[in-house]
């Protein structure tokens, strides 16, 4: 299967945001934690992109970079031709607009003391939308029917509604100002089951609707294969592999996937001939293993792994960071 | 301006203020919530303090009989002279000469007959003022000591503490030395010392009170407004394109609210308290329940014993700082994030 090949909404390329490690008395910088180290991935417009990896490989440091809410350190952020990554201030202001995110926790993601009918029309508000207070609130009534809420309940107080409701407030807000990318940060992990099934099925009829594009950063993966087209795996601040959802889950190029992939809990219990799932933890990202990333956890490591550093191999249209997948053979 | 009118004028201004302020809160279920939890668990210190409120805001209300607006009092007469409510329950002559006990017919000392015989509830000072109608006059002294330096230390201690904890770095840094610098000065001390340097009247040792009692919730909204920083909703404000400025005071200024009111509640007995101290120094404010207890001292080694200056003063004093303080806890109580979750 092939997708239609368009220029991608969001292409990320080289991108490195490390966060200083301070000790001492005079809180001197004594290390950095590599929280994303040299990451490349592409959102086209009106597809999901799936980011996965285990906690601290520095997925929602993507994220968080790419909506600038950290400033990476080097690498481009190409969001419709133009270098997020450059800009700051009013330069960086209308691009706001156009990538919004929708946080794991909706508790804490609407300020307590605010309406809903404030907190929806707070983006609107930021960026001139609605000639006046009465537009902006016949706005947050339409939004409130687009998120399957009852527009009766915009005078209410976050703590009023249940996760899900407060979920759906998040996505409201979020739509408020017309984004074209939204990325989302385990947006249903703290969620229960049947409500994650119901915001799922929203985000995805929501990206029918409005040609939305999705970068949906989630350690679970049957999330991934519900929602996402594409799916990039990280591992240790970088994307091991990259691939459609299809391949991947069928056949994972890069041992790490293979192993996430056998860790994640099923219903066929028993399934033979599975690969056994990651053993250990992961190293500190501050102090990342030499050579591939992954040697230190790896089933399938030889001699080559430790002494360099597996470039992005191409593997369909997709791609994997293992020297198992050199078109040239594996050991050199 | 004639003191009594400008007086009239900020009483009239925050009776309005006030009124806004709880209209304000009646629409905020939280803050609705709150308010009648303080009321279920603290009625009667609620009532205490509604009524020293009450009181103050009566005696602050004056105006000038049959005088013609502009023309000059004579000084010294009572004609003329601007009287409050309070003044207006006290016929406008009731002075003895000297001392007289409660309910007395004659004076303490030479045994003249009273003027007013029988009339003082509370008896009268040296120099003959009615002791009741000074302890109710009282009220509003403790009140304005209290108020006018939570109007100072408050928006001080938000302006500083926010843009330490907002901004950080070489500004937190500098507030934060400000701040310790402070904290480690004594307190009496430095107020002792600002009051020489400023001179004495309610708004210069308010002002010192304000300067040396800024720094405890100047920290905590610091602290908080650290916190806040980092909370998701700030996050989402700002990728929602939300200025800066307007995060701060749409989001994290409501924030903090809880905190300053129970640091209000909290610091103002403190205040009226040491306003107490400052006059057994000899530095207090006139016609405060802390010059009349620190004239009183030496009457009690009089022969017979002058008491009910002392009694009247001090109890007055003493009901209002225990109300506010019961008011406070529940406060603390209602407000606290941690506390106020299952009152809500």
């Not at chain 2, 003249?112 to 006059?137: A, F, R, S």
């Not at chain 2, 108020?147 to 904890?165: C, D, M, N, R, W």
């Not at chain 2, 404010?285 to 003063?313: H, T, Y």
Request: hydrophobic fraction near 45%; include cysteine.
């Amino acid at each position: 299967m092939s997708e239609a090949v368009s220029p991608p909404l969001l292409r990320v390329e080289g991108l490195e945001t490390y966060f200083p490690i301070r000790s001492g008395p005079l809180r001197r910088i004594t290390g950095w934690v590599r929280a994303a180290d040299g990451v490349d991935l592409a959102v086209p417009a009106g597809k999901t992109l799936a980011l996965v990896g285990e906690s601290g490989c520095g997925k929602s440091t993507v994220g968080r970079s790419i909506l600038r809410l950290e400033q990476p350190r080097a690498g481009r952020i190409w969001f419709d031709g133009v270098d997020l990554a450059t800009l700051a201030g009013r330069a960086l202001h209308p691009y706001r607009r156009r990538i919004q995110m929708i946080l794991q926790d909706p508790a804490a993601a609407l300020d307590p003391r605010m309406r809903l009918r404030d907190a929806i029309a707070e983006g609107m508000q930021a960026f001139g939308i609605g000639a006046n207070e009465a537009e902006r609130t016949e706005r947050v009534a339409e939004l409130l029917r687009q998120v399957r809420l009852d527009p009766g309940q915009m005078g209410r107080y976050p703590h009023e509604l249940s996760g899900g409701q407060r979920q759906r407030v998040c996505i409201a807000r979020a739509l408020a100002v017309d984004p074209e990318l939204i990325v989302c940060d385990e947006a249903v992990s703290a969620l229960d089951v049947s409500i994650q099934a119901q915001i799922l099925n929203l985000l995805a009829d929501l990206q029918q609707e409005r040609e939305l594009a999705y970068l949906f950063i989630t350690h679970d993966l049957a999330v991934v294969r519900h929602i996402a087209d594409r799916v990039a795996v990280m591992y240790l601040g970088q994307i091991v592999e990259e691939g459609p959802v299809e391949r991947v889950f069928a056949l994972p190029a890069h041992p790490y996937t293979r192993g996430l992939l056998a860790a994640a809990p099923s219903l066929d219990a028993g399934a033979r001939g599975r690969p056994a799932p990651v053993r250990g933890d992961p190293p500190s990202p501050a102090n990342p293993p030499a050579g591939c990333r992954f040697h230190t956890r790896c089933p399938d490591v030889f001699d080559r792994c430790p002494r360099e550093s597996p470039p992005s191999y191409a593997v369909g249209d997709g791609t994997s960071r293992c020297f198992l997948c050199d078109p040239e053979g594996p050991s050199r | 301006m004639e003191p009594h009118v400008l007086s009239n004028l900020i009483t009239a201004a925050l009776a309005i203020l006030l009124a806004a302020a709880l209209l304000r809160a009646r629409r905020d279920p939280l803050w609705r919530g709150a308010g009648r939890e303080l009321a279920r668990r603290r009625p009667i210190a609620v009532s205490v303090v509604a009524l020293y409120v009450l009181i103050a805001g009566l005696d602050s209300i004056a105006w000038v009989d049959g005088h013609a607006p502009g023309a000059k009092a004579e000084s010294g007469t009572l004609q003329g002279q601007a009287r409050s409510v309070i003044d207006r329950l006290f016929p406008a002559d009731f002075q003895e000469r000297s001392y007289s006990a409660p309910l007395a017919t004659h004076e303490l000392y030479g045994e003249e007959p009273l003027l007013h015989p029988g009339k003082h509830l509370l008896g009268t000072n040296m120099i003959g003022q009615d002791v009741l109608h000074l302890t109710l006059k009282g009220a509003r002294v403790a009140l304005v000591i209290g108020g006018l330096t939570s109007a100072i230390v408050i928006p001080l201690a938000l302006l500083v503490g926010v843009s330490a904890g907002w901004v950080g770095g070489r500004l937190d840094d500098a507030v934060f030395f400000v701040m310790s610098t402070l904290a480690s000065m004594p307190t009496l001390l430095l107020l002792i010392a600002l009051i020489m340097a400023l001179g004495t009247g309610t708004t210069q040792v308010c002002l010192a009170l304000g300067i040396t009692g800024w720094v405890g919730l100047a920290r905590l909204v610091r602290a908080e407004t650290f916190k806040i920083r980092e909370l998701d909703y700030v996050q989402a404000a700002r990728v929602l394109g939300t200025s800066e400025l307007r995060i701060v005071w749409r989001h994290v200024v409501p924030n903090l609210m809880h905190l300053v009111l129970i640091t209000f509640a909290l610091l103002f007995s403190g205040l009226v308290l040491s306003e107490v101290m400052l006059s057994w120094l000899g530095i207090g404010i006139d016609g405060s329940w802390g010059r009349m207890i620190d004239q009183a001292r030496s009457e009690l080694s009089r022969e017979p014993v002058i008491w009910w200056n002392l009694l009247a003063s001090s109890t007055a004093l003493f009901i209002l700082i225990l109300a506010v303080n019961q008011v406070a806890d529940a406060v603390r109580d209602v407000l606290d994030p941690r506390t106020a979750l299952e009152a809500l």
